[in-house]
């Protein structure tokens, strides 16, 4: 089972109270990013490029357990920037264990066999690193040689000291799907729980801007990569929203379903897109104009996005939502092989990664270079 029962009983049963008490919008994961500071400057991130003086903020503990209560979700992702740079992140992760919510806490793992120790395993509790393929193209993704070599070390280290951990794949174009495969199996021999893989979105701030995927070829790289799958792989993400990637099932994006809390309050419309704030979770709720976006409402930012912040609660919300939903949800359990023969003759074409023809350019983050300022080791 990719989560623990007990996981999937409580979100199965919170989104059927939900629906008995006739919630046409609700939420399931609260995004909360304590901080947008970051060891890393991805190429593809559009989360880190803010001045210094908001790289510097961070939420106070009271405010993420008030966010979270305020949204009322039973699971909780703190991305970021990179939470383990928050001083109080232990205190954060314990407060949420404590009010039972699932947390999943993504890193770029840089810092955490050095701060494992400030965490205590539970059920509740799970390490979402960040690793976006074989060693070559993860170094080259987060920019960083070596980064590839320091996550597997401290995702071996966590599983030995007794932690739930997961990981979190973001595929760009040039991504080889039998490299991603070979990749999930390395990620299942070292002892992660489950995966969670999706494609990256278009941010107007990250400095990659060549790579992004669109929708038809997101289709076709999920359905190499997911189809004909091994029975050992274990995956952290609602069946139908993996239907969804491979091209076998349509959904409207339903942004309100991880809605996002920051320094700069609750984001509207959802995690990637920044029109504007709500000081309260009621207020982005009901001032949020929906209709503006997801792919039917013609919003170019929309057009071609099919991550898991906008489409994973899609797929949740449509097997709670009939008898159909269930069933289709069942047989994507039982049957979840996907043997496709066209699928294996995509794995068969050329691929050229990007990593082949362009060389891995490491980015200082803002952090970095203004401490080198400081320090008047730059020019
Ligand atoms: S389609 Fe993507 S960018 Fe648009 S609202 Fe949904 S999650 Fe946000």
């Given at each position: 089972m990719?989560?623990?029962?007990?996981?999937?009983?409580?979100?199965?049963t919170y989104v059927?109270?939900?629906?008995?008490?006739?919630?046409?919008?609700?939420?399931?994961?609260?995004?909360?990013?304590?901080?947008?500071?970051c060891?890393?400057?991805c190429?593809?991130?559009?989360?880190?490029?803010?001045?210094?003086h908001?790289l510097?903020?961070?939420?106070?503990p009271?405010?993420?357990?008030?966010?979270?209560?305020?949204?009322?979700?039973?699971?909780?992702?703190?991305?970021?920037g990179e939470?383990l740079?928050?001083p109080?992140?232990?205190?954060?992760?314990?407060?949420?264990v404590?009010?039972k919510?699932?947390?999943?806490?993504?890193?770029?793992a840089l810092?955490?066999k050095e701060?494992?120790?400030?965490?205590?395993?539970?059920?509740?509790?799970?390490?979402?690193?960040?690793?976006?393929?074989?060693?070559?193209?993860?170094?080259?993704?987060?920019?960083?040689e070596?980064?590839y070599?320091i996550?597997?070390?401290?995702?071996?280290?966590?599983?030995?000291?007794?932690?739930?951990?997961?990981?979190n794949?973001?595929?760009?174009?040039?991504?080889?799907?039998?490299?991603?495969?070979?990749f999930?199996?390395?990620?299942?021999?070292?002892?992660v729980?489950?995966?969670?893989?999706?494609?990256?979105?278009?941010?107007?701030?990250?400095?990659?801007q060549?790579h992004?995927?669109g929708?038809?070829r997101?289709?076709?790289?999920f359905?190499a990569?997911?189809s004909?799958?091994k029975k050992?792989?274990?995956f952290?993400a609602?069946p139908?929203?993996?239907?969804?990637?491979?091209?076998?099932?349509?959904?409207?994006?339903?942004?309100w379903?991880?809605?996002?809390?920051?320094v700069?309050?609750?984001?509207k419309?959802?995690?990637?897109?920044?029109?504007?704030?709500?000081?309260?979770f009621q207020?982005?709720?009901?001032t949020?104009?929906?209709?503006?976006?997801?792919?039917?409402?013609?919003?170019?930012?929309?057009a071609?996005?099919?991550?898991?912040?906008g489409?994973?609660?899609s797929?949740?919300?449509?097997?709670?939502?009939?008898m159909?939903?269930?069933?289709?949800?069942?047989?994507?359990?039982?049957?979840?092989q996907?043997e496709?023969?066209?699928?294996?003759?995509?794995?068969?074409?050329?691929?050229k990664?990007?990593?082949?023809?362009?060389?891995?350019?490491q980015?200082?983050t803002?952090?970095?270079?203004?401490?080198?300022?400081?320090e008047?080791?730059t020019?």
């Open positions: 990719a989560v623990p029962i007990s996981q999937a009983w409580t979100v199965a059927l109270r939900q629906k008995r008490k006739g919630r046409k919008r609700f939420p399931l994961v609260t995004m909360l990013e304590p901080l947008f500071r060891n890393l400057a190429a593809g991130c559009g989360k880190i490029q803010y001045p210094a908001i510097k903020q961070e939420l106070t009271e405010e993420c357990f008030r966010a979270v209560e305020e949204a009322g979700t039973p699971m909780v992702a703190i991305p970021g939470p740079l928050h109080q992140i232990d205190k954060i992760v314990e407060g949420l404590a009010r919510k699932y947390v999943y806490m993504c890193t770029n810092l955490l701060k494992l120790h400030l965490f205590k395993p539970s059920k509740y509790f799970s390490f979402s690193v960040h690793v976006d393929g074989q060693r070559d193209h993860h170094d080259f993704s987060v920019c960083r070596g980064g070599d996550a597997v070390d401290a995702v071996k280290a966590a599983v030995a000291a007794g932690f739930r951990v997961t990981t794949t973001t595929l760009f174009d040039g991504a080889d799907p039998n490299s991603v495969r070979a999930f199996d390395e990620m299942m021999a070292i002892g729980e489950s995966m969670m893989v999706a494609p990256g979105y278009t941010y107007e701030k990250a400095p990659d060549k992004f995927l929708r038809a997101s289709r076709r790289l359905r990569i997911l004909n799958r050992t792989w274990r952290n609602s139908m929203y993996m239907e969804f990637l491979m091209g076998k099932r349509e959904f409207s994006c339903t942004p379903g991880m809605p996002a809390y920051s700069f309050g609750w984001q419309p959802c995690y990637l897109l920044q029109d504007g704030y709500a000081d309260t207020e982005l709720m009901e949020t104009d929906w209709a503006n976006y997801g792919k039917e409402s013609g919003n170019p930012k929309c071609n996005c099919m991550v898991h912040s489409y994973e609660a797929g949740v919300y449509y097997t709670f939502g009939s159909r939903g269930l069933l289709d949800t069942a047989i994507a359990t039982i049957f979840d996907y496709d023969r066209g699928a294996l003759d995509l794995l068969n074409q050329p691929t990664p990007v990593h082949s023809f362009n060389p891995l350019v980015i200082t803002h952090i970095e270079t203004q401490a080198a300022v400081e008047g080791t020019a």
